[in-house]
Structures are given as C-alpha cells and as structure tokens.
C-alpha cells in the first residue's frame, strides 16, 4: 500500500483504499461512513491546531459550523514566518469559505444523513448512493490537501502566538 509510516498515516491510507473499494465494489454506504469518520477526525484534528474550541461530541456539523464563524469573526491568532494572522486568516477563507469547500462538505453531510439515518424507512435511489459517495470522495481529497497546506504553515512555527 502507500508511504506513511506511522500507524496514524496506515490506518488512514488504510480507509482511504476502503473507500475507493466500495466505489469500485458498489458499497456505498460503507464508503460514505468512511469518508464521513474522516471528515470527522480530520476536522477535530484542524480545529486543535487552530486552537478552535469544540465540545468532544460535537459532530461534523458543529465542528464545521465553529470553523466558519472563527475564521469569519478572526478568532484565529496564528502567524508563521511567510504570514501576518490577518494574511493567514484571509487564507483560511479563501480555501474554505469563499472556495465553498465547507458549504459543499455540509450539503454532502446531508445527503450522507439523509441515506444513512433513512435505509431502513424508504425507498433508496441507488444511482444516487453511488453519486453521493463519490462526491464525498473528492472532497475529501480536496479537504485532506488543504488542511496539509494549513499545517504546513502551522508548523513552519510550531502552532499560534
């Protein structure tokens, strides 16, 4: 499998692959709790180092909804070495605000709840599953390689001032 050494990186180049083989497998459910978890823990992960406080059982919704309103009322007080806190929040928005990456991974946490909290109660557009999964997918992939460039920059300095 991948490069990661660490047994963090494994597990998720691990469930990264489980996502791309209930794609190609047609387990989209699966794939959509994956990516969903991911979403999750990576957003805890964001929020840490943005020093962005959050309850241990906020959900996605919440945890996202708190990064939004940080980054728009400049709660955020980081600096690196390339960047002012004000450069480094006008950053911040552009590649997750204004880019609408928090708005389209809330409308695809949507979807994702619609199906997983009503398998049971209705009728399910499988076509749509597939579609759901894989927009899940891509932004994910959109959001772990944003969410590398901001630590990046984080870590040029070892966190906030």
Not at 70 to 78: C, G, L, S
Request: charge should be neutral.
């Amino acid at each position: 499998m991948g490069t990661r050494k660490d047994e963090k990186g494994k597990r998720f180049e691990f469930l990264i692959s489980r996502i791309d083989e209930s794609l190609k497998d047609g387990f989209y459910v699966e794939g959509m709790a994956i990516t969903y978890a991911l979403f999750e823990e990576r957003t805890y992960r964001l929020l840490d180092r943005l020093n962005v406080s959050y309850r241990n059982r906020d959900k996605l919704y919440d945890c996202l909804v708190k990064l939004e309103k940080a980054i728009n009322d400049k709660t955020i007080n980081m600096t690196t070495p390339r960047m002012s806190t004000d450069d480094f929040i006008d950053m911040l928005t552009d590649i997750l605000i204004t880019s609408n990456l928090i708005s389209d991974i809330q409308t695809w946490r949507d979807k994702r709840n619609d199906v997983i909290h009503d398998l049971a109660k209705t009728n399910i557009d499988y076509s749509s599953l597939k579609t759901t999964c894989e927009k899940g997918r891509e932004l994910f992939g959109k959001y772990a390689a944003i969410i590398m460039k901001i630590k990046k920059n984080i870590d040029e300095t070892g966190g906030g001032n």
